[in-house]
């Protein structure tokens, strides 16, 4: 079974760009989860989407949005890009949405690594 | 909203001793926590998760701990081997699938 992947890699950008990643969620997954990882704020929640709808949102401003499509893809958009979002930004799947209560595993992809110049 | 801290930050180790990386969250509603293990240029991968209605996990050489009254679990390798060099990442499971991670601990198992 394939993993969870994302495209590109890496991406160079300037500042005041925007920026679109994509995640692929493994098959049969429904629930996906956008991650931003920098050496001094860790791993940080940005958004997760299930079934088309964005359910949970983290604390970061509106330039950052995301969606997801009726096949589970979904896509994260960055518009003006400042110096402070060069980061490794990371999608994961999980199988359900997961209510409290409820446990499923979360899976991630290798990652994109965005530097803005 | 919830708070996860993560100790030590850097852990180094001889080969085949054990090691030992805890964390406290504050949520007492929280209820899932899982290991991540993240090498260089890859994304975390799940190593073992405990849910709250369990006190121990083991699966082989890693084992995981969880104290609900004092709000701390702990990742325990025990034969460390150079290829457990990584960086660790614990979590708590909020609302939905929002997690919350730790800051990691670097790990160097030396040969």
């Known amino acids: 079974k394939a993993g969870v992947t994302q495209t590109p890699r890496y991406l160079i950008k300037t500042r005041g760009q925007q920026v679109t990643l994509s995640c692929s969620p493994i098959s049969g997954h429904r629930s996906v989860s956008w991650y931003q990882q920098t050496p001094g704020q860790g791993l940080q929640f940005l958004f997760e989407y299930f079934s088309e709808t964005q359910r949970n949102k983290g604390n970061f401003p509106g330039r950052f949005s995301g969606r997801q499509f009726s096949n589970s893809r979904s896509e994260m958009n960055v518009s003006t890009l400042e110096l402070g979002d060069s980061a490794l930004y990371l999608c994961?799947?999980?199988?359900?949405?997961?209510?409290?209560?409820?446990?499923?595993?979360?899976?991630f992809g290798p990652g994109t690594r965005l530097t803005v110049l | 909203g919830e708070n996860v801290e993560q100790h030590p930050s850097t852990l180094s180790v001889q080969e085949g001793d054990s090691a030992v990386i805890k964390c406290t969250y504050s949520d007492s509603a929280s209820n899932y926590f899982p290991w991540y293990k993240q090498e260089l240029g890859k994304g975390p991968q799940l190593i073992i998760d405990?849910?709250?209605?369990?006190g121990e996990k083991k699966d082989q050489r890693i084992a995981v701990t969880l104290n609900k009254t004092a709000k701390h679990f702990s990742l325990h390798i025990t034969e460390t081997q150079p290829e457990d060099s990584a960086v660790y990442f614990c979590a708590a499971k909020g609302n939905f699938n929002k997690f919350y991670f730790g800051s990691g601990t670097k790990l160097n198992v030396k040969p």
């Open positions: 994961a799947s999980s199988l359900v949405g997961l209510r409290w209560g409820e446990y499923n595993e979360q899976f």
């Open positions: 405990i849910r709250s209605n369990v």
